[in-house]
């Protein structure tokens, strides 16, 4: 090569700059380097996923007590909501609490004051339970089990076709378990920042692949 062809070669290999200079050591990676470069990838994918689990897997859809007018069979197919509001829309029922709305307590009327009232629309329901008797003759309680407003999400089911659960309602992580499903947020998180730190330890004293693995079988020895 004459001194004219070396210094142009030169001078372009200058003019490359940030990702361009890769292009030229490219050809000289070989397989091992490309396997070590190749797995920490795997694992940042696998970290962004876990980053996006909690918008998912612990979604909180409205909820509220299950009720008396669940199992009652009534003539009206009644709505969410509208079962939400008869049974905690109760001012007058034993033991209201105005701060214990929200999902977690209800007035539990008897099946025998609603076999009582006129089943055939929402309003004449409301007008019956909404009567101070039928309240005064029930109990404001917590809740044993719950409903969930699916509708939210359409008919959408899971691999099993069953109806879909996310964290939250599986496990009901509300009404005081709220701190659970936010610690077990933290937690992947926290677990993601411990393994990038030890994973930083051995990476600064494995050399290689067979080194650090007689490394992680005996750490005492290698002190």
């Given at each position: 090569?004459?001194?004219?062809?070396?210094?142009?070669?030169?001078?372009?290999?200058?003019?490359?700059?940030?990702?361009?200079?890769?292009?030229?050591?490219?050809?000289?990676?070989?397989?091992?380097?490309?396997?070590?470069?190749?797995?920490?990838?795997?694992?940042?994918?696998?970290?962004?996923?876990?980053?996006?689990?909690?918008?998912?897997?612990?979604?909180?859809?409205?909820?509220?007590?299950?009720?008396?007018?669940?199992?009652?069979?009534?003539?009206?197919?009644?709505?969410?909501?509208?079962?939400?509001?008869?049974?905690?829309?109760?001012?007058?029922?034993?033991?209201?609490?105005?701060?214990?709305?929200?999902?977690?307590?209800?007035?539990?009327?008897s099946p025998e004051t609603i076999t009582s009232c006129d089943s055939t629309s929402f309003s004449s329901l409301k007008s019956c339970l909404g009567?101070?008797?039928?309240?005064?003759?029930?109990?404001?309680?917590?809740?044993?089990?719950?409903?969930?407003?699916?509708?939210?999400?359409?008919?959408?089911?899971?691999?099993?076709?069953?109806?879909?659960?996310?964290?939250?309602?599986?496990?009901?992580?509300?009404?005081?378990?709220?701190?659970?499903?936010?610690?077990?947020?933290?937690?992947?998180?926290?677990?993601?920042?411990?393994?990038?730190?030890?994973?930083?330890?051995?990476?600064?004293?494995?050399?290689?692949?067979?080194?650090?693995?007689?490394?992680?079988?005996?750490?005492?020895h290698n002190r």
């Amino acid at each position: 090569m004459s001194k004219k062809e070396e210094n142009q070669l030169i001078e372009e290999q200058q003019e490359k700059k940030g990702f361009d200079r890769v292009w030229d050591r490219l050809p000289h990676i070989s397989w091992y380097q490309f396997r070590i470069t190749t797995l920490p990838s795997v694992a940042s994918l696998v970290g962004g996923f876990m980053s996006i689990y909690p918008v998912f897997a612990q979604f909180k859809p409205q909820y509220r007590c299950q009720t008396a007018l669940d199992k009652a069979g009534l003539d009206v197919d009644l709505s969410f909501q509208e079962i939400f509001d008869l049974t905690t829309s109760t001012p007058y029922c034993q033991g209201y609490q105005s701060n214990q709305l929200g999902g977690c307590f209800f007035c539990d009327f008897s099946p025998e004051t609603i076999t009582s009232c006129d089943s055939t629309s929402f309003s004449s329901l409301k007008s019956c339970l909404g009567k101070r008797e039928a309240q005064e003759n029930s109990t404001w309680r917590s809740c044993e089990d719950y409903q969930y407003d699916r509708g939210t999400r359409g008919n959408e089911t899971n691999f099993r076709g069953e109806q879909w659960e996310t964290a939250v309602t599986e496990f009901t992580l509300h009404c005081g378990m709220e701190w659970f499903d936010s610690l077990s947020t933290a937690l992947g998180l926290l677990g993601l920042l411990g393994g990038a730190f030890l994973a930083g330890l051995y990476s600064a004293r494995c050399r290689s692949v067979r080194q650090c693995q007689k490394h992680v079988q005996n750490p005492l020895h290698n002190r």
